[in-house]
């Protein structure tokens, strides 16, 4: 247990709507990390935060947005969903001087029908 | 960022050690060589890291060249729960407020053969 949690464990929905993913760092991590693993694209990051504020951008579509709450928790939101928005989405949390040694949760399986 | 390396799969026998290179020959001086797995659809979990020094810990030991150009994760008892695709990836040292994102290749699938 990496003492990441992320909801749901899975998703189905229908093309054109609209998920959030959440995430919940482990206890005292401010960094908190999107990834997105499909199987053509391997695991490639999305976004990345820092105590509230968004520190870097990696191949996140315009379709998606995220934050990162006082409290410290994450979402992920997808909207517009594309059947090729099918894909694990994995979030991970880091302390701060450790920022490579990333913990990450168990993932969201989403399905887009 | 210094480009990886490393072999498409590998099998190991359970209870041998199993040893899986990377190749990083373009590696800067302020880079620190990271291991990462990952088991079937978990999340990837991190092993362990080194900039030039051996290093240990519970789960494997890391094994860099002198020149480091190259480094081995060593898995000392390898068991089926080892069965993962296993990922070296190398990264400048912390350096404060910026970007940390991790950036997997295709790494090693490793198989542990009962």
């Known amino acids: 247990d990496s003492g990441v949690t992320q909801t749901p464990k899975h998703l189905i929905t229908a093309t054109g709507q609209r998920v959030t993913l959440r995430c919940s760092p482990r206890?005292?991590?401010?960094?908190v990390y999107w990834y997105q693993q499909s199987l053509d694209q391997g695991l490639q990051f999305l976004i990345q935060?820092?105590?509230?504020?968004?520190?870097a951008k990696g191949n996140i579509l315009e379709r998606f947005s995220a934050q990162q709450f006082p409290d410290l928790h994450s979402e992920l939101n997808l909207s517009s969903l594309e059947l090729g928005d099918s894909a694990l989405y994995f979030c991970?949390?880091?302390?701060?001087?450790?920022?490579?040694?990333?913990?990450f949760g168990p993932g969201t399986r989403l399905t887009v029908t | 960022d210094a480009k990886t390396t490393q072999p498409t799969s590998m099998d190991c026998a359970e209870g041998r050690a199993a040893n899986l290179p990377c190749n990083h020959s373009?590696?800067?001086?302020?880079?620190?060589v990271y291991w990462y797995r990952q088991i079937h659809s978990q999340g990837p979990q991190y092993i362990i890291h080194?900039?030039?020094n051996n290093e240990t810990n519970e789960m494997a030991s890391l094994i860099i060249t002198e020149d480091r150009k190259s480094s081995t994760l060593i898995l000392p008892h390898a068991t089926l729960r080892d069965t993962a695709v296993y990922y070296c990836?190398?990264?400048?040292?912390?350096?404060?407020?910026?970007?940390?994102?991790?950036?997997f290749g295709k790494g090693t699938k490793l198989s542990v053969i009962p």
């Open positions: 373009t590696i800067s001086g302020n880079e620190y």
């Open positions: 990836i190398v990264r400048p040292a912390y350096s404060g407020a910026g970007s940390y994102q991790l950036t």
């Open positions: 935060y820092y105590n509230g504020e968004e520190r």
């Open positions: 991970a949390s880091s302390a701060q001087d450790r920022a490579y040694e990333q913990y």
């Open positions: 080194g900039l030039k």
């Open positions: 206890s005292g991590d401010l960094s």
